[in-house]
């Protein structure tokens, strides 16, 4: 922190209080009526301030032993803040809060003008760039938490293409994924995006349907569960009824861009290398470049998309202890192809943390 010119760090979002306190919100909408605060001193001393309604479960999870508490809902309780605040000796210099890159306040605009009337004496300024320094890089308890989640949604994908019918809908092969994740000790489902029918290849961000599968569908789901607050995040694919060439050449095209990305993972690596060899692979392959929504990949911790991106406009250096995921995709009137896959790169080169089958499932 003091690297970083910075006296103290006050805290609102959700996920930056779970990672540097260890409490997690059981529903961080509420944070709208009821938000929350951790304040971090140059020299390590650190408080929450919390509603009176979470106190027992952040004394309980928390590994911040100064927890105080507010009574009101509405307006943030900046004065009380700003007492906290003074306790840990931050009264003058720069004050660090979520204000950049990626980050967002978890109070109201209204909210953060009062809180600046009241720490005048005090420069608040972005610490988006120290957030994600830490953040970035994951602990090996964080990678062992990725690690379950992703073995998680590997079972999930398995049990619900083994399931998934012809007459079924797309809703109920979900169902049987988000009870996979549950029972196989998931904190819970993070998400499912699904889509089938050669209609609705485009529609890849749509929610299950009561659409009824059919035979020369293709079923394709992204999906993630939480461990502990961690989440995974990668998708498949399943096909009622036999092989095709224009089947099997489509993720063929698909595997070789990933094993391309793969193998251009390295510690000291730029990200936009990675992406440029995706995009060369495309080209080798003589299709299109499809680059996503601006990027063909992204870091995953306690969110589903957090920085950095696998972009080519993106020059973060791969070190160890990194997590993304790669993405890249075609989608065509025989379906979507994309095959994500989430890497760690490691000391001497890069794991792959996905254990799901790369094919495509052939349901008969």
């Avoid at 509420?30 to 001393?45: E, K, N």
Wanted: one cysteine or more.
């Amino acid at each position: 922190m003091r690297q970083s010119g910075l006296d103290g760090v006050l805290l609102t979002a959700e996920s930056n209080i779970d990672y540097f306190s260890g409490f997690r919100h059981h529903a961080p909408w509420t944070l709208f009526a009821r938000p929350f605060f951790q304040i971090i001193s140059a020299d390590g001393r650190s408080a929450l301030l919390t509603h009176t309604f979470l106190e027992p479960e952040m004394r309980r999870t928390s590994a911040v032993a100064d927890i105080r508490t507010f009574a009101t809902s509405g307006d943030a309780p900046v004065a009380q803040v700003r007492e906290i605040m003074s306790e840990l000796g931050i009264q003058r210099g720069k004050l660090g809060m979520e204000l950049g890159y990626e980050q967002r306040l978890g109070i109201s605009l209204n909210d953060f003008r009062r809180l600046e009337v009241e720490l005048s004496s005090i420069s608040i300024v972005d610490a988006s760039t120290l957030l994600w320094s830490l953040r970035m890089i994951k602990s090996s308890a964080e990678i062992e938490l990725m690690r379950q989640s992703a073995a998680v949604t590997s079972a999930a994908f398995a049990a619900g293409f083994s399931a998934a019918r012809p007459g079924m809908t797309d809703a109920q092969v979900c169902q049987v994924c988000a009870r996979t994740m549950v029972e196989q000790g998931a904190e819970r489902p993070g998400f499912i995006l699904v889509t089938s029918g050669q209609k609705n290849y485009k529609v890849l961000s749509g929610k299950p349907t009561d659409r009824k599968l059919e035979r020369g569908d293709m079923i394709w789901i992204d999906m993630g569960a939480v461990a502990n607050g961690y989440w995974s995040d990668f998708c498949r694919a399943a096909y009622f009824g036999k092989p095709t060439k224009e089947l099997e050449d489509g993720q063929k095209v698909i595997l070789d861009v990933n094993d391309a990305m793969i193998g251009a993972t390295r510690p000291g690596e730029p990200l936009r290398n990675i992406a440029a060899a995706a995009v060369n692979a495309f080209k080798k392959s003589g299709l299109e470049v499809s680059i996503g929504s601006g990027r063909i990949g992204h870091g995953m911790g306690l969110m589903s998309t957090e920085p950095p991106h696998v972009a080519l406009y993106d020059d973060t250096i791969c070190e160890e202890g990194l997590i993304f995921t790669i993405e890249p995709r075609i989608t065509n009137e025989h379906g979507v192809f994309n095959c994500e896959e989430l890497l760690l790169v490691t000391k001497s080169g890069v794991e792959i943390m996905t254990t799901s089958p790369r094919h495509i499932t052939y349901i008969q």
